[in-house]
């Protein structure tokens, strides 16, 4: 098992910058892709961006890519997504999760969060 918490979530106005964390506890982290996901009021659910397990690797959804970045700490067992330049069409309940492989397709993630809320304001 893995346990995972986000924080960092909130409200922020458009053009502004929030910092998620996503800390795990259970099994080796180091041992997990990792990945971001979003999920707006009647939308399903979308992938946002995933890091590779030594963090070597990344990638995003078009739709953030140049304004978000993820990253990890396998010593502090932490993964993060720094988002700069919001939009409102980023709110979202944020979710992270763990997977073995690296993918970016969400039914393949073992483990989630409980997610955490972005309102970015116009």
């Known amino acids: 098992q893995v346990q995972l918490v986000e924080s960092g979530g909130g409200l922020v106005q458009a053009g502004g910058s929030l910092r998620l964390s996503c800390a795990a506890s259970?099994?080796?982290?180091?041992?997990?892709?990792m990945g971001w996901f979003r999920q707006a009021p009647g939308k399903e659910r979308e992938f946002v961006a995933r890091?590779?397990?030594?963090?070597?690797?990344?990638s995003y959804a078009s739709s953030v890519q140049g304004r978000f970045t993820i990253s990890r700490d396998n010593v502090k067992n932490t993964m993060y997504l720094q988002m700069s330049s919001l939009k409102p069409e980023d709110t979202a309940v944020y979710y992270c999760?763990?997977?073995?492989?690296?993918?970016?397709?969400?039914?393949?993630?073992?483990?989630w969060g409980q997610g955490t809320q972005v309102t970015v304001s116009s």
């Open positions: 259970g099994r080796t982290f180091s041992n997990y892709a």
């Open positions: 999760a763990a997977s073995r492989p690296l993918t970016t397709d969400a039914r393949r993630y073992d483990y």
């Open positions: 890091i590779g397990s030594s963090g070597s690797y990344t």
